[in-house]
């Protein structure tokens, strides 16, 4: 399906400190939550709406809310976390659950190592969240990991994707859409993003 980058002038400006080298972790975490913010306003534009009426002080209105749509935001930890507290200022009430993948630096294999899911995935719209689609191994098998136990309706929301990484996501589940700030050139050997903005779990959380 679609991959929508959401190339908005505040979310650029943004992404620009965010790669810089010597932005830190305080900045880089904040930063990281501004423009998940940013991209959950795009990101639910098709989210359909129904009609309801208000009572104003004075009249009443015919007005519009988002039709009781379930929603679970799902971060692939580690650095998918950073990305949780902005999306949940515009969406409040959803779930979170989390999938636990690391990417082997050897085999660059994703590697499963924990998964707490809301039990009714079936019903809800689900957003996977990862600030970085790179081989997309971790992404195909966090999907994996929801089709498994019953989802239907997922969307992936990455700050910047390879063109490698699309690719798989695409091949491999041809129906979850991807929401991109930044499509970058390539991968270099280690499988990182180039230009990037190097391991976004250690920048977010000052580790190496
Ligand atoms: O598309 P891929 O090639 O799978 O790479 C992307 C994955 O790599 C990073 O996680 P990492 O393995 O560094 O784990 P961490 O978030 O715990 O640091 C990133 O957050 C993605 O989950
Ligand atoms: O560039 C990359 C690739 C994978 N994981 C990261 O955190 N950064
Ligand atoms: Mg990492």
Known sequence: ???????????????SIIRDVNTGAKEFRELLEEVSMLMAYEFTRNFPLEEVEVETPVATANCKVVSGKKVAIIPILRA?????????????????????VYRDPETLQPIEYYCKLPPDLSERELILLDPMLATGGSAVAGIQFLKQRGATQIRMVNLIAAPEGIENVQAKHPDV??????????????GY????????????????
């Open 177 to 190: 859409d991807i929401y991109v700030a930044a499509v970058d050139d390539r991968l270099n050997s280690h």
């Open 193 to 208: 993003i180039i230009p990037g903005l190097g391991d976004a779990g250690d920048r977010l959380f000052g580790t190496k």
């Open 80 to 100: 998918g976390l950073g990305m949780v507290g902005g999306i949940l200022k515009l969406i409040p009430t959803a779930k979170v659950g989390h999938i636990g």
């Open 1 to 15: 399906m679609a991959v929508h980058v959401i190339d908005h002038p505040l979310i650029q400006h943004k992404l």
